[in-house]
């Protein structure tokens, strides 16, 4: 009969599963009424019970599944209470069709990091902004992210009632990304999209020195990233620390597969080994096309204020 599929695609597959059951927690702990918010640093850097669970039920399903794998995620909790129905053992039937990469064909396990963000757009979800909220699952090998997926647990929110709820979108390296519609953004306009909640001086000096048609505010990394592979923005620009590894991973994976790219402020790409500190202190650059175009007009003092 056929070979079981390599292990990287079974990952992606349980991470599908798994992102999709966090979306149900997601909406869940927003319909119940209570979001159970704690502050972390500040009024800017929230947590919910939606990202304590769902970060539970990521974490747990996937070390479940693959012991050996190194899981990482956003917030510092205790792994030893995860109760049975927070565990997802489903896995992407879709995806475990797919050949995988030839590249990526021998990995064992213990090669794998996955990056998580139970709930990437935190303040925009106690704010009710739902279309900016996601779930991130990245996956990296050898430092890089390779493979991603992003559940939007709100995505169609506004279509009223009956509309079905949610998407999730993913992608392999050398395979492509699936669950939107790949679209480039209008022709000679430079839409940029940016922080909401974390703006500063240098964030917008960076803007306008690109003297931008339109400027587009949302919450979360993975919801800028979709912005750019839907056609709604040419550049993602975040001239600031704050993002982190788990922000990026999943996000870099999927618009590095259709032919994007992104690396901080001063074109440095991001290393995501299990190593590595969790901050990209030199903030984000990211396009789906004309990269080049962006990164030649980024001013030299706001490179040079931005230590990686």
Known sequence: GMASPALLMRVVASAYSVAEKAATIVRSVMSAG??????????NDLQTKADRLVQKSICASLARKFPKVTIIGEEDLPTDDVTEDLIEDGQ????????????????????????????????EYTEGLLDHVTVLIGIAYGGKAIAGVINQPYYNYEAGAGAVLGRTIWGVLGIGAFGFQLTEAPAGKHIIVTTRSHSSALVNECIGALNPDTVIRVGGAGNKVIQLIEGKASAYIFASPGCKKWDTCAPEAILHAVGGKITDIRGNSFQYNKEVKHMNSAGVLATLRNYDYYASRIPNNVKESLVP
Do not use: S
């Open 92 to 123: 992407c039937e879709e995806i475990l069709k797919k050949p995988c990469p030839a590249q990526y064909t021998g990995i064992k396990e213990e090669e794998l990091v996955i990056w998580v963000d139970p709930l990437d757009g935190t303040k």
């Open 34 to 43: 209570d979001l159970g918010i704690v502050e972390k640093a500040g009024p």
